[in-house]
């Protein structure tokens, strides 16, 4: 990494992943991954296991030498040499402290022999000492690049009592350690031993051909992807091929059955015509017989009207002749209508409700070597075609929205200590006042602000007892207003009313089922029980609002680092920071899916922190090491994001949480620019 690349990453390099802090004491485990020395005796003291330490990223189990207490633990001499940088680098804002008085002072300079800074006044003293006087010293404001590499390159100085100001130039073959002139004298009597340049470049030597060996195994990996790759595509061939298959075979039974369809519409209009042609016949014979049975009873009325009685009864005979001759003939059938139907096809239709469907895919598996799969012979299955099945998709919930851009509206807090400053702000919560409550990690107490970022109350110090917190983390305000936290160093929950007041707690150190290990996230579920992302146990258990244990899940092992975990809906939403990843469960906590992978590109994550939904049924997720907010459908599918790595507004370091004001505004804590940040949509 070239040093402008260096410089510009260096607050990432230098951040304690525990604490998300600047490191102090850097200390390196034997998987590589660095913690303060504060933040390991903390996880040890939680597990209770003297001698024993868990790294927190991989989980994986270290025996600790001589007293057995993380202080045993190697230095991470490079972080120390980045811390150097970093004072270097931001001297501009943050003096440097000497190492003599512990003045600071934009003034100071650097001793690259000494590997520390000294202020205007001690670095006299410095130089008048005989041993110092080929010391190189440099004023902060005049580094270069050239220095700063100067600085990385330093040596390594011994950690023993007393040796401290002595550099490592030796390599003990028996105690596989470096060590100092004295240390060779002392400790070591009698061990073989070697320059530590001679045993860096012979162990060099060793691990480039363990190195050269892995790349050659990388390579034949790389040809078995590549060959799995051109598998994958011949096969995604055939199955386009079959699946043109089965769609022409559909084409020819629908065309089959549309020429039948056609037969049964040309016979039914053979027979309507034939029965509309009848009909009409009948009709035409009616409206003639109509006719004259109208004539007659005209002819009849005109004859009454106009003649005497005399003429009348004289015609009698008449009368009787025309009318009787009418209503002796005989009416027609008018109801004389063929049966006219349809039965269907009884033998086709359980042709095709057979559980054959309309056709068998065959599904060989042909014979694999044994590093490619652990399926050995051949396997034949057949998929049935036809059938209506589920439709299932990565998760079960989704949702229509419309991809919205945020501004940042509001801005508040500063790094302190006094009421209204805020250092490492971690958890958020809005209650129905939209009184945003804020616990603060490095300040151990949770800060209540108004919607406008005016402090109003400020509760909890540093300690183990009822109304203290050892590092706060989440936040959530109960159906009654009380405030709910996470007491991660204390393995604890804690429940507060508004103002502050202590009320209760649950929970304790250990890994039985009403215990907790570094508690981080919670939240409240649909019936008010209090949801724990029990991190150290690497589960999520669930409390009553009183505090009693009621049932716990993990998704059968598949939880490797929850911080989070909200109920929406029929799900539990967990944000998986081990994985880098989105997990939803059942309300029995059965796993269902993910989404998401590590990564900077649009859905990835670098270690997901808390969730929260917003008010349009977006899923919010702080990507806290990308240093943004992302936004998703409930099915999981990307929507939009927000932020970027920066101070400046709108900008995050390290965002952890998010809430909801009533008017739909997004909270953000911007954990290491140790402030609130208010968005709305443009």
Known sequence: MDIKTLLDNLHDEVSCSVCMCTFTDPKQLPCLHSFCLHCLNGIQRTSGVHGKITCPECRRQFQ??????????????????????????????????????????????????????????????????????????????????????????????????????????????????????????????????????????????????????????????????????????????????????????????????????????????????????????????????????ESAIEQTETLLKRSSSTEILGFSETFDTILQEQSTKENRDTECIPRFSFTKSEKLINLLSMSEGIGNVEFVLSETKAQQSGAKGKESSKVIAGNKGANVRDSPLETQVQTRCFRSVLSFGQKGKSFGMLYSPWGVAVNDQDEIAVTEYRNHRVSVFSSDGTHLRSFGREGKKNGEFQCPTGITFDSHGNIVVADYWNSRVKVFNRNGNFLSKFGEGGSRDNQLTLPEGLSINGNGDIVVADKGNKLIKIFSSSGEYLRKFDGAGSLVNPYHCIQHGQYFIVSDGGDHSIKMFDLEGKFISKFGKRGNKDGEFNHPRYLSVNREGLLMVCDESNHRVQLFELSGKFVTKFGSKGSGRGEFMNPVSTANLCDGRIVVCDTNNNRIQVFDKI
């Open 64 to 293: 600790i030498s001589g007293s057995g207490t993380p202080s045993e633990i190697p230095t991470n001499f490079r972080i120390n040499s980045l811390l150097d940088v970093l004072a270097i680098k931001e001297c501009s804002t943050v003096n440097a402290k000497c190492r003599n008085c512990d003045k600071r002072s934009a003034q100071t300079l650097y001793c690259f022999q000494c590997c520390s800074f000294w202020c205007e006044e001690c670095i006299v003293g410095h130089n008048m000492i005989r041993e110092n006087k080929d010391h190189k010293t440099l004023a902060l404001k005049d580094f270069q690049d050239q220095d700063i590499k100067a600085v990385l390159e330093r040596p390594a100085f011994c950690q023993k009592k007393h040796h401290e100001k002595e550099e490592l130039k030796f390599f003990c073959k028996g105690c596989k350690v470096a060590i100092c002139n004295t240390c060779a004298v002392t400790l070591h009597e009698g061990h073989g031993k070697m320059p530590l340049q001679e045993a860096t470049d012979e162990r060099k030597t060793q691990i480039s051909s363990m190195i050269k060996s892995l790349k050659d195994k990388v390579l034949e990996r790389q040809k078995e992807v590549e060959q799995l790759n051109q598998k994958s595509i011949a096969f995604q061939s055939k199955v386009a091929e079959v699946k043109s298959q089965v769609q022409s075979c559909v084409d020819q039974i629908i065309a089959i059955i549309e020429a039948r369809k056609q037969d049964v519409f040309d016979a039914v209009d053979n027979q309507a015509t034939k029965l509309l042609e009848s009909l009409s016949q009948k009709k035409e014979e009616v409206e003639k017989q109509l006719k004259i049975i």
